[in-house]
């Protein structure tokens, strides 16, 4: 085991060695480059185009290309990138990761990989987390861009469709993760060219990379319509609920976040709803909208899971503490939570497109990102996303001091301690950042405050808004900042006057989150740039992640010590590796989750690029598509008659063979039974087809030019592949909710969706082409019709 270690130790100075050499490379043109003048300078971005189209690659013009970035930064920003932010910007050039602790300039290290990438012209989107860092990003570091020569644009989810269309059209793009989802989902539903905004996915570059690719990468994106429900089962659900009593009547497993009735639950729900059975398969969708109200009564929690605001439940994400206006829980857990909370319940839905971040991302042909905590998942970014994660040392030495956890046995007890050191740290004017996971404790302790007459500000989910305003000040002397996860991402806290002398930025967490990098990165909100500032986590044994993961091991431990105290407080360093020991546990179950959806995905991932393919073939298409129309006829003909003619001659069923043929492709006058009689299963197959290609033909005549054709033939087309396509994702989407239950048959879950998804998306092919032969074939062409 030393000795794995201590290769993986040598390899990371190897590879920081090579990086540091080519940064070299990079600084020895400084000389040559502060000589040029602006006219000069920003020439170079033409000459390194043509090169580029000369045959150099991106890797030659690398040294060069990165000088020039870095000079521009100096004149337009007013910034010189330091070596290691040049090491970090190879790293993001390379197609990998670059952790950089907190204040190390992360934004400043992507301008020189993001210009080198836009000489190519084929575009470079850089991805954040949310819009507000997407607008000053762009609008900050584009300074520096349109300067040197190269167009920004910034893709939000306000933008028309041609404000998106030139957005994606300039060189470098700013967008968050969700929106250039959202946008691929569409673009892949659209009927016409006109109606796409993307281009083809070059090279992305995803600030805060864990927080996109880890945290998010566990829910798909979906893009829902109309479906036909049964709403009023959501009440009645919600009211059966709410007369049951947690211990007796259902189980609540808080590790697995689970729920279900015991046999006093079922038996009070068979009673409820006038049952002999409640699991009768007649009450399926009664006992899944059950499931749903009980997971939305005992283990989701408002102000903590979601809020209600304006009358709408709206999802809090975990990770950053905000809102996600727009997204909505699947699978009828949202309306189970707007039956609960009792506002207006929105119609059910059926999937009509998804897809995993995952999968997403693995389109782009180059693929890195940036953040300070990535090393604790490498493993899942080598495997998932190919990329290695290399850690870039800091500029100046970390002044930090990280102290140990302190351990409270209640909630009560901890909040009054966290309030209590607020006080005394205020009073001495040393700015304070406390860290909560949900708005609830944001606002309890808020109140604590209140009450000691301390000033402070709250930033959750419900005022985001202000989020910028809030951040910038929270460095100043006596400032006392309560936030949730959000103000962990992206954020860099300013010392102001004094601060330093008054011990730097102090960090205060309040509860240890489900993930090790996200306590990481509150703790990094301090000491950067080799600031002083200090660290320290308050933990009780009523915190969630105790009571899920750690409670029993950390009781013991406490027992071991013979601590009773309802106030005593225990400070240890091993008491910090239990609590990671439970983090490393929930790490494990999230990334067993994410490694699910993803094999899942899997299946629909070949399937949707088949589709979307297809699709893209008929939408671009100038001239014609007989080519795509006339083997579609083809293949229908040979499925039905190949049905049809199973066995000897005698058994062959030529009634119904015509009665496709009639349905399908001619007028009935064309073809009889005797007509076919005494052909071999190749001559009826050649027969039909000729007679479809008549049809086809007096269609193209029926039609008075080309562009007509071509049109109709689109319409038909792109129609029915729609129309068969989201039924396929929803038939799918349905059976991955069900396919579970075979496991208790001893079936692999996975491999049964893997050999049903193969299955169902054959049908659906021979589906889609026997669908389009009949409508166009039989189609009523009308003159007077346009479009």
Known sequence: MANILKKWVESDRRELRRISDLADKVESYYDEYTKLTDDELKAKTDEFRQRYQDGETLDDLL?????????GAKRVLGMTPFHVQIMGGIVLHEGNISEMKTGEGKTLTATMPVYLNAISGDGVHVVTVNEYLSERDATEMGELYNWLGCSVGINGAEKS???????????ITYSTNAEIGFDYLRDNMAVYQADQVQRKMNYALIDEVDSILIDEARTPLIISGPSTGTSQLYDTADRFAKTLKEDDDLKVDLESKTVSLTNEGIEKAEKYFKLNNLYDAENTAL?????QALRANFIMFNNKDYVVSDGEVLIVDSFTGRTMPGRRFSDGLHQALESKEHVEIQDDSKTMANITYQNLFRIYKKLSG???????????FRETYNMETITIPTNRP????????????TLKSKFDAVAARIKELHEKGQ???VGTVAVETSEYLSNLLDQDHIPHVVLNAKNHAREADIVKNAGQKGAVTIATNMAGRGTDIKLGPGVVEAGGLAVIGTERHESRRIDNQLRGRAGRQGDPGFSQFYLSLEDDLMLRFGGDRIKAFLDRMNVDDED???????????VESAQKRVEGNNFDSRKNVLQYDDVLRSQREIIYEQRQQVIVEEESLENIMKPIFKRSIERAVDSFTVGNEPDWKLDEIVNFATTTLVHPDKITENDLKGLSSDEIKT???????????????????????????????????????????DTMDQFRQSVGLRGYGQLNPLVEYQTAGYTLFQEMIADIEYETTRLFMKSEIRQNVTR
């Open 63 to 71: 040294p060069e290309g990165f000088a020039v970035a870095r000079e």
């Open 161 to 171: 469709p041609d404000e998106k269309r030139e957005a994606y059209a300039a060189d």
């Open 287 to 291: 006992t899944h909208h059950v499931d």
């Open 370 to 380: 940036m953040t300070g905590t990535a090393k604790t998942e490498q493993e899942e």
């Open 398 to 409: 970390i002044d930090r001091d990280d102290q140990p956890d302190l351990l409270y046995p």
């Open 431 to 433: 700015p304070i950042l």
């Open 568 to 578: 005593a407080v225990i400070k240890s360093r091993l008491l910090s590796r239990q």
């Open 687 to 729: 027969k039909l087809n000729d007679l479809a290609k008549e049809v086809y033909n007096e269609k193209v005549n029926q039609l008075n030019n080309k562009a007509q054709v071509l049109e109709f033939s689109k319409v038909v087309l792109l129609r029915v592949i729609d129309s068969h396509w989201t039924d396929h994702i």
